[in-house]
């Protein structure tokens, strides 16, 4: 069964700590990206990567970094957590030149104290 | 700047009802996604749409698309507890290159 896999269901952390998310995904996919979702907003793209060491900035990337090293891992890095980033953090893969839409992983809920 | 707005945003409805869903999208895009959100879960991918007057149906929900309209339908026919979920429709605004921008979502709730 493919997967994308975020490492964290839940994260608490404090303000000004850097924050790190993890996916990674067994598919084999070169497209990855991370959205926010937050009530009423639905989800927005923070950064996205269409190859290894790629990233290109989403609608939202102010506050957000992101690292593609190997194509399985894209990481999410919250460089000095603020309160206003506490959300919901889904990772998402595509194949390349696939219009099938997007595998999802199960999600991390982040709450910035 | 693309945006996708659906309507209504939250849905109550009794079992053994129709209703639909609907998502309007503002630049010229012939590719819509469906996905559902169950509470604390993930999406999962329900319809993908990829051409003018693309109809796909599954079970008691049924999608389509108008593109001329910039327009998608997600219609629910006898409606069950266990279609209560969220849904999400979604755009891809980057050709050839999937990049997906998403509606608000639909919270729908199914009264016994």
């Known amino acids: 069964d493919v997967k994308v896999t975020q490492s964290s269901r839940y994260l608490v952390k404090r303000t000004g700590e850097k924050v790190f998310l993890e996916c990674v995904q067994d598919?084999?996919?070169?497209?990855m990206f991370w959205y926010r979702q937050d009530p009423g907003l639905g989800l927005r793209l923070i950064y996205f990567?269409?190859?290894?060491?790629?990233?290109e900035k989403g609608d939202i990337p102010e506050g957000y970094s992101v690292s593609r090293e190997k194509k399985e891992r894209f990481s999410l890095i919250l460089e000095s957590a603020s309160t206003n980033q506490t959300s919901m953090y889904l990772c998402?893969?595509?194949?390349?030149?696939?219009?099938?839409?997007?595998?999802f992983g199960s999600g991390t809920r982040l709450t910035v104290v | 700047e693309l945006k996708v707005e659906q309507n209504p945003l939250f849905l109550s409805m009794q079992e053994g009802k129709n209703y639909t869903i609907y998502c309007n999208y503002s630049?010229?895009?012939?590719?819509l996604y469906w996905y559902r959100q169950d509470p604390g879960k993930s999406l999962e991918s329900l319809f993908v749409?990829?051409?003018?007057?693309a109809v796909k149906q599954e079970g008691r929900l049924m999608a389509s698309l108008d593109t001329k309209a910039r327009l998608s339908t997600l219609h629910i026919t006898a409606a069950v507890h266990d279609l209560s979920a969220t849904y999400f429709c979604?755009?891809?605004?980057?050709?050839?290159?999937?990049?997906?921008?998403f509606g608000q979502g639909t919270r729908l709730t199914i009264n016994p």
């Open positions: 990567s269409y190859d290894v060491k790629m990233k």
């Open positions: 630049t010229t895009s012939d590719r």
């Open positions: 998402a893969s595509s194949p390349r030149g696939s219009f099938h839409g997007y595998t």
């Open positions: 749409l990829l051409s003018n007057g």
């Open positions: 598919m084999d996919h070169e497209n």
């Open positions: 979604a755009v891809d605004y980057h050709q050839g290159a999937q990049k997906l921008v």
